[in-house]
């Protein structure tokens, strides 16, 4: 981990891959919600590739790989990580603009995302667990009583971008929306305003 600034250790992420070997029509082909996850950790390009497919930088007027409604960019993501090489199990919040990992909470956190998530055994056994927080009131300022609407169908957007990337990569994932907003929230220190709305465990499929 590079130290940066104060106490803050950040973590910069491996490039994004910009060509694959599964087409946008095979991944839709043979995409479905994975629950049952092997004991293998994932590697950190594939965390990058995962992160970069959901809020990646991809134009020079700072749009992302997601759309988003006015190009206000809402949503945040964590990352909850349990085994992956070359990272310390924590949380992290990803930061688009710079690819970056930031620390938030140190140790794994899956039992109490699991317990939030009424005990269901797939956000405990993933390797890891994606969190998409959105922020209402950024979107608000341009589309006011829409905003909530724009952010939930941009969680949508943003989730399917990690099925399929997961798909390409011989990963799999699972949108969780059933679970206790605050418990998440306080589990992967959301910073005010910023919501809990999706849990995305991924990790390598067992058969
Ligand atoms: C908005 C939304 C919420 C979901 N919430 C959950 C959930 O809480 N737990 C779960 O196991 N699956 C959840 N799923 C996954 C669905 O069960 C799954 O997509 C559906 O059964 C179709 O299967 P497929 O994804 O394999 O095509 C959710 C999916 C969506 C779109």
């Known amino acids: 981990m590079q130290r940066e600034g104060s106490a803050v250790k950040r973590l910069t992420l491996p ?31 594939e965390i990058g590739q995962l992160l970069w497919s959901v809020q990646g930088v991809t134009g020079t007027g700072g749009e992302r790989t997601t759309p988003s409604a006015g190009g206000l960019y809402p949503l945040q993501i964590y990352l909850a990580a349990a085994r992956v090489d070359g990272l310390e199990v924590g949380v992290y ?29 797939w956000v405990d056994a993933a390797p890891v667990v994606l969190a998409i927080g959105g922020v209402v009131q950024r979107t608000a300022i341009k ?12 969680v949508g957007c943003a989730a399917e971008n990690i099925y399929l990337q997961a798909q390409s990569l011989g990963l799999g994932a699972v949108l969780v929306g059933a ?16 919501e809990a709305m999706a849990l995305m465990p991924v990790g390598r499929p067992r058969s």
């Open 15 to 45: 490039e994004p891959r910009l060509a694959g070997k599964v087409t946008v029509e095979g991944a839709l082909r043979e995409r479905r919600s994975v629950r049952r996850f092997s004991s293998q950790g994932l590697t950190l390009e």
């Open 93 to 121: 919040r990803y930061r688009a603009d710079k690819h970056d990992l930031e620390p938030v909470v140190e140790g794994d956190v899956r039992i109490r995302l699991a317990a939030a998530s009424h005990g269901v055994e």
């Open 143 to 154: 589309y006011g009583a829409r905003a909530r609407r724009y952010v939930y169908i941009e």
């Open 179 to 194: 679970f206790d907003d605050q418990e998440v929230s306080d589990t992967m220190k959301l910073r005010e305003g910023e």
